[in-house]
Structure formats: C-alpha cells, structure tokens
C-alpha cells in the first residue's frame, strides 16, 4: 500500500479532462472520472445499518492524471486513484481489502472493465487509512473515437450494495 495525499476536492462529478492542452500533435482523450455511483461503500455488520454496528467507510478520493503521445498513431492516459477508509466502531479488523474497477466506456456501452483490489491498513490502532494506485497507464488510438469515451473507477459492488450506495448503508 503506497501512502496518499489526500486530494482537497472529490472529483466525481467533474471527473478529469486527461489533456491537458497539448497543441502538438492533437490529442483526443477520455474523459477520466470516478462513478458517482461507486464513489462510496459503507459497510456494517450484519444487517443494522447503525451507525454503532458500521465496520468500514471507504471512499475514492479522486483521480489525477494525463494524456501524452504514444508514438505517431497512440496515446497515452496515465493516472492514479485516491483511496480514503475509516475503521467503524463495530470493527475488529487491523485490515481490510474492498474491490475496485476501472472501465473504459463509450456512451452506455462497456468496451472494457477489470476489477482491482485496494488494501487499507488499520494495525496499530489507526481509526483511519488512505491508499493510492501505481501509475495506470492506458492506451488508446488517436482519433476523434477515443475523445468520446471515458475512463471510469469506482468500487465493484453487488446489485443491492450499488441500489443503496447512494446514502444508504450496505452489508458484506
């Protein structure tokens, strides 16, 4: 686990722009953006969703990154996530790995989507603990296309957790 910076400002309405300008040659990326949806996951133990039986707040921070060429017909979206978690009360854990996707999207279609785990860390007492990507690096053709896709993260969650996500609490 790598330490993070927390980022000051949740970019998941937003998202990202990856280009960053460049005028040579003429870049078309993706969007980079964290899911709304997805940006959050509460859990708790069993079914209660009291706050004195929550086990776990975790949320993405946010994404950072840019878009440079990649040889004469590539480019490159390198970026980072931001992870945040806080230990709950009814906890018993000095650890705790939630999953987490990234896709790449065109409209409403998934064109592509792994899923990733991220790890927090709360030995020794620690209440809260922050975690962060390596560089992601993606490649994608130059061409006016990829401009109208999106690179998406956010936590892989069941049918229920995701119909809750929202405010709602969810069990695991």
Same mark, same amino acid.
């Given at each position: 686990?790598?330490?993070?910076? *927390? !980022?000051?400002? !949740?970019?998941?309405?937003?998202?990202?722009? +990856?280009?960053?300008?460049?005028?040579?040659?003429?870049?078309?990326? *993706?969007?980079?953006?964290?899911?709304?949806?997805?940006?959050?996951?509460?859990?708790?133990?069993?079914?209660?969703?009291?706050?004195?039986?929550?086990?776990?707040?975790?949320? $993405?921070?946010?994404? +950072?990154?840019?878009?440079?060429?990649?040889?004469?017909?590539?480019?490159?979206?390198?970026?980072? $996530?931001? &992870?945040?978690?806080?230990?709950?009360? +009814?906890?018993?854990?000095?650890?705790?790995?939630?999953?987490?996707?990234?896709? $790449?999207?065109?409209?409403?279609?998934? $064109?592509?989507?792994?899923?990733?785990?991220?790890? &927090?860390? &709360?030995?020794?007492?620690?209440?809260?603990?922050?975690?962060?990507?390596?560089?992601?690096?993606?490649? &994608? *053709?130059?061409?006016?296309?990829?401009?109208?896709?999106?690179? !998406?993260?956010?936590?892989?969650?069941?049918?229920?957790?995701l119909d809750t996500a929202?405010?709602?609490?969810?069990?695991?």
């Open positions: 686990m790598t330490r993070f910076v *927390p !980022l000051a400002v !949740l970019l998941a309405p937003l998202g990202l722009a +990856a280009c960053t300008g460049s005028k040579t040659p003429d870049l078309y990326c *993706p969007q980079v953006a964290v899911l709304q949806q997805a940006s959050r996951v509460m859990l708790y133990q069993g079914a209660s969703t009291d706050i004195a039986d929550q086990t776990l707040d975790s949320r $993405i921070t946010g994404v +950072a990154g840019k878009c440079s060429p990649a040889g004469k017909d590539m480019e490159r979206v390198t970026f980072r $996530i931001g &992870f945040a978690a806080t230990n709950g009360p +009814a906890s018993r854990l000095t650890g705790q790995t939630l999953p987490y996707f990234i896709a $790449i999207t065109q409209g409403d279609r998934i $064109i592509s989507k792994r899923v990733f785990p991220v790890s &927090f860390d &709360f030995r020794n007492g620690a209440e809260q603990a922050v975690a962060s990507t390596t560089p992601i690096r993606l490649m &994608f *053709p130059r061409a006016a296309r990829s401009a109208e896709q999106q690179v !998406l993260v956010g936590f892989q969650m069941n049918q229920a957790e929202t405010g709602a609490a969810t069990s695991r």
